[in-house]
């Protein structure tokens, strides 16, 4: 597991990451959100010991992690690591050596990254050739090169198309099968929704949200659609409940506590048949809205 606990990084004046605690647990996808500026390339950074923090520290496995251990991880910054002008494969058995594999396992995991991301025909092309998708998926091959015990990944879906995504996704889905932890951030909040198990949201350095989506979810006011046969005007004004929206028969609420949820649903009732009436599954942005305000 990866503990990251109470890091603080100042730029001058500026608290570019302040005080932030979390955890990318064991074979979890860990989406890191946050706006422009928000702090989650520094934090990463971080992780990775290529800033030093003011305080603060980064556990991996219980203890303080060690170079060794970041040797272990594959990482993708956000400035991109790779040299355009140098040949796809080239670049990634090299950097299978650098973390101590020999060619000829490096030649062959590269090969065989390279034709499961459709990419078997340009693997002597220089890299700068290639579609910007296409980049991006031998930036993705060039972290997961030398079987990582962690990813942190910069904004690896950034530019890919939904099919690209979910082609890298199960790729990296056999990393965590095996237990390997992934914090990746994005500015993708359907698509975090989507593929994440666990959620950080950052707001000006600071995590203001931490959970799996459906805990973010439940944490957050409850809301629920009223569908009836008959107007639904009269929810205005009844007790413990908030009218988000309403629309003649149609009505969007949020109840204060559950026993007003039923008084509710029993006056519905008594005034006509009720067509819906249940909670209503919130969108991550949303609630994102409400974190970052
Ligand atoms: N080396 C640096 N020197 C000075 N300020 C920095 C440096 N690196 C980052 N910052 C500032 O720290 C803050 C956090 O930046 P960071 O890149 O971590 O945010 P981010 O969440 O990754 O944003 P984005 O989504 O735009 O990439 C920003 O205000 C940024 O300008």
């Known amino acids: 597991m990866l ?3 109470n890091l603080t990084r100042r730029f001058g004046d500026l608290t570019a ?27 990463m950074r971080l992780v990775m010991g290529l800033l030093q923090p003011n305080s603060g520290e980064v556990l991996w496995h219980g203890a303080p992690v060690t170079a060794a251990d970041r040797a272990q991880f594959g990482y993708m910054p956000e400035e991109r690591g790779l040299y355009p ?8 058995v090299y950097l299978g050596e650098l973390h101590g594999m020999p060619h000829r396992e490096a030649r062959e995991a590269a090969e065989h990254l390279l034709r499961r991301f459709g990419l078997g025909e340009r693997m002597r092309d220089k890299l700068e ?3 910007l998708g296409n980049q991006q998926r031998v930036q993705i091959a060039a972290a997961v090169m030398a079987n990582p015990k962690c990813l942190i990944l910069d904004e690896p879906f950034s530019g890919l198309d939904p099919d690209a995504v979910d082609e890298m996704f199960t790729v990296l889905s056999e990393f965590t099968a095996r237990g390997v932890p992934v914090l990746f951030s994005s500015h993708q909040l359907d698509l975090v929704e989507r593929l994440c198990d666990d959620i950080i949201i950052l707001a000006k350095g600071r995590v203001v949200a931490n959970g799996s989506v459906e805990q973010l ?8 659609r009223i569908r009836s046969e008959v107007d639904l005007g009269w929810l205005r004004g009844f007790p413990g409940v908030q009218v988000l929206d309403l629309d003649g028969r149609e ?7 559950v026993a007003s949820e039923q008084a509710v649903l029993h006056e519905a009732i008594s005034r006509g048949a009720v067509r819906a009436f249940g909670p209503t599954v919130r969108p991550l942005s949303e609630i994102y809205r409400e974190v970052t305000r």
């Open 17 to 43: 990451v302040d005080d932030v605690s979390f955890e990318v647990d064991p074979g979890k996808f860990t989406g890191f959100v946050g706006g422009n500026g928000a702090g989650k390339t520094t934090t």
């Open 129 to 131: 050739k290639l579609s």
């Open 217 to 224: 979810r439940e944490a957050g006011q409850s809301q629920h």
């Open 3 to 5: 503990e990251i606990k």
């Open 85 to 92: 002008k140098q040949p796809v494969r080239n670049q990634l």
């Open 251 to 257: 009505a969007h609420v949020a109840f204060t506590d």
